[in-house]
């Protein structure tokens, strides 16, 4: 057998990590600036995680969810009170599209409607309705066309109005910041604006915060700069540090029925024992404070290379537009400078997404490695 080969891969395999640095088979250190693809918020091999982790194990790694497991309900004590939203309600699945497909699942149940509007560029997985959702129409096939999808530009009040006035919108699905897309951020203001609009029809209000959530923008989610609440948030990839967990938070007023949503490992004890360990450094660490701290730093510094045409993003999660495709900078980024970086559906973009506990030290080894990169096209 092999393996399907759909991932297109460097010539570099990571076998040990700590902290932001990940180790290759000839002992080459490198900087881990994309934080494996998002998910290391708090560092690889995190002491306190390993010890969660192991200490879970030794007791009980998995059973299903027709039985009370106690855990699920530390995590949505502790989740509730660390990301502000303690009257929601917590549904644990297992990745970032499962968690995008039981949230549109939870807004159609409530409101009997079936079409959803989503934003040019939108990345919100590869399943179903996700990948429906999704801007990237190489990505969808004919299973999973009939979706109804109605795609706007971000930003674009008289169009999203046009459409929730006609009370047949079931959702409105945003990412607290673009993330595939290029670190594209909404206006507080066009945030609220969904908020007013989407209550005035009927429609739900989801905030995909799967790349931007889990206090990688130095909020615990990014919508919560604007100030909104949404009806369902969307959480992923942070969430767990490596061990794959996603979720989704219901707000207080839409009732559970048996059965409405379900799963097999969603919320399974060492799933738990993870999202814990990651809220628990969170919060002993203060590093959503550190990832404001270490975003405006790196955005500082950043702000004087002249070869940058545009800074995005807030926090740890920053987009470098430069005026020319960047696929050549990321390769030498990586094989000469040994610093992975984040593409974007925009060619042009570098995505950086390092873990959370980030020191001012790997920054300036990251600025280093770009200025040598870019003083040396
Ligand atoms: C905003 C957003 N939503 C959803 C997803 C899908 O998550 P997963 O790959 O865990 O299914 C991603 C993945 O990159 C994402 O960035």
């Given at each position: 057998m092999s393996m399907f080969p759909v991932y297109p891969v460097f010539d570099v395999e990571p076998i040990s990590a700590e902290g932001a640095w990940v180790m290759d088979t000839n002992g080459q250190?490198?900087?881990?600036?994309?934080?494996?693809?998002?998910?290391?918020?708090i560092g690889h091999r995190h002491p306190h995680y390993i010890m969660r982790m192991k200490d879970q194990m030794d007791r009980i790694s998995f059973y299903s969810n027709s039985v009370p497991i106690a855990i699920q309900h530390e995590l949505d004590k502790k989740l509730g009170q660390m990301c502000c939203y303690l009257d929601f309600q917590l549904f644990l699945c297992n990745s970032g599209a499962e968690a995008i497909e039981n949230a549109f699942k939870v807004a159609s149940s409530v409101n009997g409607r079936s079409k959803i509007l989503t934003f040019n560029k939108a990345f919100h997985g590869r399943t179903s309705l996700a990948v429906a959702a999704t801007d990237n129409p190489k990505l969808v096939f004919p299973v999973n066309e009939g979706a109804e999808i109605i795609r706007c530009e971000l930003g674009n009040h008289e169009d999203v109005a046009e459409h929730l006035a006609t009370k047949e919108v079931c959702c409105v699905i945003i990412e607290g910041i673009q993330g595939v897309g290029g670190i594209v951020e909404s206006s507080d203001?066009?945030?609220r604006f969904l908020r007013k609009e989407c209550t005035n029809t009927g429609t739900h209000l989801i905030l995909d915060e799967v790349q931007s959530g889990f206090g990688r923008t130095g909020y615990f989610f990014a919508h919560q700069y604007s100030g909104i609440?949404?009806?369902?948030?969307?959480?992923?990839?942070?969430?767990?540090?490596?061990?794959?967990?996603?979720?989704?938070?219901i707000a207080p007023e839409i009732e559970a029925f048996?059965?409405?949503?379900?799963?097999?490992?969603?919320g399974n004890h060492l799933a738990c024992a993870a999202s814990l360990a990651v809220l628990e450094v969170l919060e002993s660490e203060n590093l959503m404070q550190h990832a404001q701290e270490m975003g405006a730093y790196l955005i500082e510094r950043l702000s004087t290379h002249m070869a940058i045409k545009e800074i995005r993003g807030k926090g740890l999660m920053i987009g470098l537009e430069f005026s020319e495709h960047v696929a050549e900078m990321r390769k030498k980024l990586l094989y000469e400078q040994f610093i992975f970086t984040g593409s974007s559906s925009n060619p042009n973009t570098i995505r950086l997404l390092p873990p959370l506990n980030i020191t001012q030290a790997q920054i300036d080894y990251f600025l280093d490695g770009l200025k040598q990169v870019i003083q040396h096209k």
């Open positions: 250190q490198y900087l881990d600036f994309y934080g494996g693809h998002a998910v290391i918020s203001e066009f945030l609440r949404p009806d369902v948030i969307t959480m992923a990839k942070g969430m767990g540090n490596g061990f794959p967990v996603g979720g989704i938070l048996p059965g409405m949503l379900g799963t097999t490992y969603g």
